[in-house]
């Protein structure tokens, strides 16, 4: 249900990039990285890590985290607002949901070094590595480079003609 969010938000909706495709992609890469590092599934951490996945760019404006709306909210707040609002933090327990936040607080791009919370166990770190890493991975697979390339220029206001991209 929660995948449907980026669909079902008019902002997320309109995206060429921010939008659920971009979702899907990322909670896949992020299930295969910890499968690749022989991590389990199950636990606090990874379902943070998903939660963080797919709520990391929910009302995102289409401009570059360092954009900040006339409310003073960048992507990365209202990314956690879109989080604070959903049902889904009634079903998990309040320090999955404080680590799902903080997941999301290190998606911010450009990536500066993330500074994690104290007694951080190595597990949830490379969680949160995982999902920085897929977000930008993403956009390099050849099959999707174009698109990516195409639609971050479109978010960003570029003038793009879309045979250019094809």
Not at 38 to 66: C, N, Q
Not at 100 to 107: F, G, L, Q, Y
Not at 139 to 162: K, R, Y
Request: net charge negative; aromatic share 8%.
């Amino acid at each position: 249900a929660e995948l449907n969010l980026y669909e079902t938000n008019g902002q997320n909706a309109r995206l060429p990039f921010h939008n659920g495709i971009h979702i899907r992609a990322l909670l896949r890469m992020v299930v295969t990285l910890r499968k690749l590092d022989g991590l389990t599934s199950v636990g606090i951490v990874p379902k943070a890590a998903e939660i963080a996945s797919v709520f990391h760019d929910l009302g995102h404006a289409g401009y570059p985290d360092t954009w900040i709306d006339s409310t003073g909210r960048d992507n990365i707040d209202r990314a956690i607002d879109g989080l604070r609002e959903s049902p889904i933090i009634n079903r998990y327990p309040d320090s999955c949901i404080e680590m799902a936040k903080d997941m999301i607080r290190s998606t911010r791009f450009p990536h500066t070094p993330h500074t994690y919370p104290a007694n951080t166990p190595a597990d949830a770190i490379r969680h949160y590595e995982y999902i920085r890493d897929a977000d930008c991975m993403w956009g390099m697979i050849p099959m999707f480079t174009q698109h990516a390339l195409w639609a971050l220029a479109l978010e960003n206001g570029g003038n793009v003609i879309h045979d250019e991209a094809e």
